[in-house]
């Protein structure tokens, strides 16, 4: 049974960046396709990018190209996303989601956290 | 960039009828089709992949069909449990994937 557990809930500063994590179980790790989607309040889903890790491949969405950073930890089973240059636009809640395949379809997700933006 | 555009926005259905929600993309996706449920406070959870496969845990009133650009999901008989927003994504042409806006099903 895999699992996904993020870090908690975040409130920053405009101007500042934000790491969250994903710790992943029950599958293993080399084989696991990462994305970040978020979810402003009240909005859609929106894809900021992901890592392939059976390809050693990361994409990311042309908006966010520049302010995210995907990386994984293999040693500890983790997923990050690093957003920079903060805005009260990027308050939403952050999933990780992911498969075992190498493919951008999301079979699991993490539960969510929480950034907050504002001064 | 596909454009996914899920439609309508709301459908009301009463307990028991038949839902089709549709999602039409602006290139061909292949069959490179998901539909995924929300419900409130929870994350998203994958329900149907390969436009026509339906992920482990659903049961068999929800189908999706389709290819190409035209994609739709049925509900057969709906249940209390089923009134949630519903997203379709594709993921055959990225970066980025790209998901529709949603379709929020309710209560009648």
């Known amino acids: 049974q895999v699992q996904l557990v993020q870090s908690g809930a975040e409130m920053k500063k405009p101007g500042s960046s934000v790491k969250v994590s994903c710790k992943a179980s029950g599958g293993t790790f080399s084989s696991f396709t990462f994305s970040w989607v978020r979810q402003a309040p009240g909005h859609g889903l929106e894809w900021m990018g992901g890592?392939?890790?059976?390809?050693?491949?990361?994409n990311y969405a042309q908006k966010f190209q520049g302010r995210v950073t995907i990386t994984t930890d293999e040693s500890t089973s983790t997923a990050f996303m690093e957003l920079t240059s903060l805005t009260s636009e990027d308050t939403a809640v952050y999933y990780c989601a992911g498969t075992l395949e190498p493919v951008y379809y999301f079979d699991f997700w993490g539960q969510g956290t929480l950034v907050t933006v504002s001064s | 960039e596909i454009v996914m555009t899920q439609s309508p926005a709301t459908l009301s259905v009463s307990p028991g009828e038949r839902a089709t929600l549709s999602c039409r993309a602006s290139q061909s996706v292949s069959d490179n089709l998901a539909w995924y449920q929300q419900k409130p406070g929870q994350a998203p959870r994958l329900l149907i992949y390969?436009?026509?496969t339906r992920a482990t845990g659903f049961p068999a009133r929800f189908s999706g069909s389709g290819s190409g650009t035209e994609f739709t999901l049925t509900i057969s008989s709906l249940q209390s449990e089923d009134f949630a927003v519903y997203y379709c994504q594709q993921y055959n042409n990225w970066p980025p994937i790209t998901f529709g806006q949603g379709t929020r099903l309710e209560i009648k």
């Open positions: 390969g436009a026509s």
């Open positions: 890592i392939i890790s059976i390809f050693h491949t990361t």
